[in-house]
């Protein structure tokens, strides 16, 4: 049997497939976030050891920076995948994908921002996770500002899948540098990663609130395309039927 | 090859010092950049000692990023550019050969009127002559990264203030390095080396890269 890899990367072909996705992510979001977050206030211990109420910002926090990261490769890799093989519909997207990735960013700063404020006194600080969530969301704003500067919507995708492939490439240098601006002292500069000492249920409803916002992501996601397929398509056949 | 590297080199240069107002334009953009802070923070010395490698290094990446909108541009305009992609020669070279053009015009004079900063924020000389070592490490990096932005940009209304939109952020390593090195240089128990290898790194790693990535940008701007 031949498997046709490439049916529904035609936007005529995707739309439908799109229409009927759309609502399983959308219950799956609703779902998966509702369940996190109400295991995530009601079902874990109320004083932890040096841990206030407050605590409980994890919950969004951690789950749309993890959001914000990964749908930047996510758009790489549209973008990379589109420039191998000339598919209009892996550029749309990956520009579907870059606002919601940088809308995850900006709620990342904020809530880290009322987090910050609260258990450390002050909304900002240059510790380094901080400064690199920032620079990522100054990536997605360049790239959706080239996006949408370029008229020629071909142009548009190839030189945004560019700009992001450079980004990504530059990003562990920056990552490297933000971590560790004196290679001298980098060994107390280091931080360690604290995943492994969280209470179990604490840590369910964090990653059960994680996939339903990845969950959420895919279902704005796949409704932006499908605007985007109109927008694009607004004069082929297929689209005057609907 | 090297011929036509030398060939786009040597007639850069020669349109550019014709016009020699734009090579000054951004080295008084520098100075005055510079000249501005003390202005804006006071005369501390000791503040203006310590603010001095940040500020010198964002005037630089500033005052480069200020030319960068005229490395393709005018070619492109006259339709050199196309001419140049049409020719059998490997783009990245000829593109490779623009970059030195455009680090020799902005670069290499900023590198020059450094004992200016080191005068105006009461630099000791020793760390003046790392702030220049540090400044010939860094801004090829400059010129070389800030060419992939021009090439994205090229053509479009606004191009200007586009580019530091997406060039800025990827400029991020080169200003942490490159004053934080200076910085340790005023230290008893400073050590530069790590800062000097890591600015090398990253300069060979976009000798490397970006000729490429700029030439595929200009390919896709001219399609």
Not at chain 1, 83 to 91: E, G, K, Q
Not at chain 2, 4 to 33: G, H, N, Y
Not at chain 2, 169 to 175: K, T
Not at chain 2, 194 to 220: E, V
Request: charged letters at 10%; proline letters at 4%.
């Amino acid at each position: 049997m031949s498997v046709s890899w490439f049916k529904y990367a035609a936007p005529m072909n995707f739309y439908p497939l799109a229409g009927k996705l759309i609502p399983v992510f959308w219950i799956l979001a609703i779902g998966l976030t509702g369940f996190g977050l109400y295991w995530g206030f009601f079902q874990t211990p109320d004083v932890l050891s040096d841990q206030k109420q407050y605590y409980r910002i994890i919950f969004v926090h951690v789950a749309v920076s993890w959001m914000a990261m990964w749908l930047y490769g996510m758009m790489v890799f549209w973008g990379l995948v589109g420039l191998v093989f000339n598919t209009r519909l892996s550029f749309m997207m990956a520009q579907a994908t870059s606002i919601t990735g940088a809308l995850m960013a900006f709620v990342a700063l904020v809530s880290g921002a009322v987090w910050g404020k609260v258990s450390w006194g002050t909304w900002w600080d240059w510790d380094p996770r901080l400064t690199m969530m920032l620079i990522l969301m100054f990536l997605y704003i360049g790239y959706i500002a080239l996006h949408s500067a370029i008229d020629n919507s071909r142009r548009a995708d190839q030189a945004s899948a560019v700009l992001s492939l450079v980004g990504l490439a530059v990003v562990p240098i920056i990552y490297y540098s933000v971590n560790c601006p004196n290679p001298n002292e980098c060994n107390s500069l280091h931080q360690e990663s604290s995943f492994k000492g969280v209470e179990s249920n604490i840590l369910l409803g964090m990653l059960v609130t994680a996939l339903g916002f990845w969950m959420y992501s895919f279902a704005t996601i796949l409704m932006r395309v499908r605007t985007i397929i109109l927008e694009r398509d607004i004069n082929t056949k297929w689209v005057s039927k609907l | 090859m090297f011929n036509t590297f030398w060939m786009i080199l040597k007639r850069d240069l020669k349109l550019a010092l014709r016009r020699r107002s734009e090579v000054f334009t951004v080295l008084f953009f520098f100075i005055i950049v510079v000249s501005l802070f003390p202005l804006g923070v006071g005369f501390n010395e000791a503040m203006l000692q310590q603010i001095a490698p940040g500020v010198a290094w964002i005037a630089a990446l500033l005052s480069s990023m200020l030319a960068l909108e005229r490395l393709f541009a005018n070619d492109y305009v006259d339709g050199t550019l196309e001419q140049m992609l049409l020719t059998p020669q490997p783009l990245s070279m000829l593109v490779l050969a623009k970059m030195t053009a455009h680090w020799l015009l902005t670069g290499l004079p900023l590198i020059l009127v450094a004992p200016v900063v080191g005068i105006l924020y009461h630099l000791a000389p020793q760390t003046v002559i790392t702030l220049m070592f540090m400044l010939l490490l860094g801004t090829p990096i400059l010129s070389m990264i800030g060419a992939i932005g021009a090439a994205l940009t090229l053509g479009l209304r606004g191009g200007g203030v586009l580019i530091s939109l997406l060039i800025l952020p990827l400029y991020i390593p080169v200003l942490i390095y490159g004053s934080s090195a200076i910085t340790e240089s005023t230290l008893q128990s400073g050590n530069i080396e790590p800062h000097i290898m890591l600015l090398s790194a990253f300069l060979l790693l976009s000798l490397i890269f970006s000729p490429w990535a700029t030439a595929s940008a200009l390919k896709i701007s001219l399609e």
